[in-house]
């Protein structure tokens, strides 16, 4: 029987959507085109903030502009994408838009993926330079030195708290690094192995992985032992080649280095994260969220530490951090690291400042740096 003309084809609904689906892609390769353009244009007026820095004797890497460009932007997203994408997709163009200023150098604990090198790549995008060094120690060495522009250590993580390396540093390195902003990263531990969870004998990873997921790994894992390594990363690389082991690590290092993932988000606490410190020559500018770190020595007398206390509580001055800590030099001493809201050059900063040279038998100002926001915010 032949087809009524005014009876529509079968294929008439698909075609138009065929038809729909090809305008609207060519509407994204236009976008893209036009988004391509804007981004080399930006790049060039970034080329030349960059001669203008060179010219004046400054740095290419700014905390307090790099945050103020992002607040100018998640303050005028709207979405659809997600708020971590638009902070990812501009990390690395301002990463791309340093790297034509200066390509810099950035030190860390390695090997690649440990958690230091996510960090460092949170904070300085993929078109900076890294160096991955053997300790803490070698990261402020390599500052120091001049052989890094800047350094990525961790601080402090919320399970186990103070990381001592780092602070011994400081105390042998007071005057010559100073923090320039710090990194909150979310720590998400993996078991990785390339066996099933029942084969596993031994698991590997850094001291403080094993503490923060020991509650998991002695309910799930009772016949294994634990051993000790540099990072999370040479526990990855051990699984590789030997037999029977698991490693505690980043879903990162499993795809680096093509191992299975047999649990995920092993962590006691589902809080995990760690503080990292950006060292450098010089810390940053005030941006209206900051903070700022000091250590400090005091006499060995009753109220002393009351004594500090008070000039912070005098001023009004929230206190965010407060770490005792050994003086290897001194039997019995004892240095206090502390970091507070507010920056150094604020008036009511520099007059607590003024108090603790008063109060303390030593103070360093360990520098002034923007507030870090956590990295789902």
């Known amino acids: 029987m032949a087809r009524s003309k005014s009876e529509p084809s079968s294929n008439s609904a698909p075609d138009k959507g065929a038809a729909h689906l090809t305008a609207l892609r060519g509407q994204i390769d236009k976008l893209d085109l036009h988004i391509l353009e804007l981004l080399n244009k930006r790049s060039t007026v970034a080329s030349q903030i960059g001669k203008v820095k060179a010219d004046a004797g400054g740095d290419v890497f700014s905390a307090a502009r790099e945050e103020e460009v992002l607040a100018n932007v998640l303050e005028a997203h709207k979405g659809p994408l997600a708020t971590v994408t638009v902070k990812a997709i501009f990390r690395e163009l301002i990463s791309g838009s340093r790297a034509i200023q200066k390509q810099q150098k950035i030190a860390y604990l390695g090997p690649e993926y440990s958690y230091s090198h996510l960090a460092a790549i949170q904070r300085f995008g993929e078109a900076s330079v890294y160096n991955r060094t053997a300790s803490i120690a070698a990261v402020f060495e390599e500052v120091v030195r001049k052989h890094a522009d800047f350094g990525v250590v961790p601080l402090e993580n919320s399970t186990d708290g ?11 390195f007071p005057e010559q690094v100073k923090i320039c902003s710090e990194i909150r990263l979310r720590v998400r531990h993996h078991l990785l192995a390339n066996c099933s969870q029942s084969e596993v004998r031994r698991v590997y990873s850094k001291a403080q992985a094993l503490s923060q997921c020991r509650n998991w790994l002695s309910k799930n894992l009772p016949q294994a032992s634990l051993h000790e390594v540099a990072s999370t990363a040479d526990a990855a690389t051990l699984v590789q080649t030997t037999p029977n082991v698991a490693a505690v690590a980043s879903r990162e290092a499993s795809v680096r280095y093509n191992l299975g993932v047999l649990a995920e988000n092993i962590a006691d606490s589902r809080f995990n994260e760690t503080r990292f410190a950006v060292i450098g020559a010089t810390d940053s500018a005030k941006t209206g969220s900051d903070k700022t770190a000091l250590m400090f020595q005091i006499s060995h007398t009753p109220g002393s530490l009351a004594d500090v206390l ?8 929230n206190l965010t951090w407060i770490e005792s800590f050994p003086f290897r030099e001194v039997k019995g001493e004892y240095v206090f690291f502390v970091d507070f809201d507010g920056h150094r050059d604020e008036a009511k900063i520099k ?14 100002v360990l520098g002034s740096f923007p507030m870090a926001r956590a990295e789902d915010e």
């Open 351 to 364: 007059k607590v400042l003024v108090a603790l040279e008063d109060i303390c038998e030593s103070v360093t």
């Open 162 to 172: 103070r990381i001592v390396d780092t602070l011994e540093m400081f105390i042998r």
């Open 310 to 317: 008070t000039a912070f509580k005098v001023n009004k001055i």
